[in-house]
């Protein structure tokens, strides 16, 4: 059974920074692109970042400059680093695991990130 379970969420000042993590297991990690969405209330959900299995990242524009994605395949990790966070990415930040082949998406439950003065 495929289980992701993200950490790391917070409250933070504007200005500040985290670091959210998420493991995964009962999958080939390597086999699995990897991807960080969120969602704020009455917003859709939508992605962040994503980091493939080759360990490429690319980035919504509004955080640019400010978060960095990465994987370590020994330990079946994916880390987002933000820094310089502002009340606008407030929200629940989810992982996604999506197969590089059959395309198959696994969740996690979703981490709560607060930014606020």
């Known amino acids: 059974q495929v289980h992701l379970v993200e950490s790391g969420g917070d409250l933070v000042q504007p200005g500040g920074s985290l670091r959210l993590s998420c493991v995964a297991s009962?999958?080939?990690?390597?086999?699995?692109?990897m991807a960080w969405y969120r969602q704020a209330p009455g917003n859709e959900r939508e992605l962040v970042a994503g980091?493939?299995?080759?360990?490429?990242?690319d980035y919504r524009d509004s955080v640019k400059g400010r978060f960095t994605a990465s994987r370590d395949d020994g330990k079946n990790m994916v880390f987002l680093q933000m820094n310089n966070l502002q009340p606008e990415d407030t929200a629940v930040y989810y992982c996604?695991?999506?197969?590089?082949?059959?395309?198959?998406?696994?969740w996690g439950q979703g981490t709560q990130v607060t930014v606020s003065s």
């Open positions: 980091v493939t299995s080759g360990g490429i990242a």
């Open positions: 009962g999958i080939v990690f390597s086999y699995y692109h």
């Open positions: 996604k695991a999506t197969h590089i082949r059959f395309l198959d998406d696994h």
